[in-house]
């Protein structure tokens, strides 16, 4: 941790050391827990999770087939999962090229 020295008017800092002392906890760890809550509420929100495109599905073309994508286990008139093959996907995907 790094020590820094900042000025606070009086009134605040003894309202700071009575917030402390009814809390039970030191100072310094209400100015840090404070800092903290401030420059959480300050920080911009993420457009996208630290996560996006970290993995590769195989699939390029997902905008176009999308709902090919989403549906190709479901049988349109059955509860029954149709299973889906690598190769079979790949048979679809030279069918289609082909039209």
């Known amino acids: 941790m790094k020590r820094t020295t900042i000025f606070v008017p009086e009134d605040l800092e003894r ?3 009575l917030y402390a002392r009814r809390a039970g906890k030191p ?4 100015v ?5 809550a401030f420059m959480a509420r300050k920080q911009p ?7 996006t495109a970290a993995f590769d599905s195989g699939v390029t073309d ?7 994508i989403l549906f190709r286990r479901l049988s349109p008139h059955e509860d029954a999962v149709v299973p889906v093959t690598r190769r079979a996907i ?3 995907r030279a069918t289609r090229k082909r039209r």
């Open 62 to 68: 997902t905008a176009e087939h999308h709902e090919d």
């Open 90 to 92: 790949r048979v679809r």
């Open 32 to 36: 840090r827990e404070a800092l903290a």
């Open 15 to 17: 309202d700071l050391q």
């Open 45 to 51: 929100a993420a457009a996208l999770p630290s996560f």
């Open 27 to 30: 100072t310094a760890a209400v």
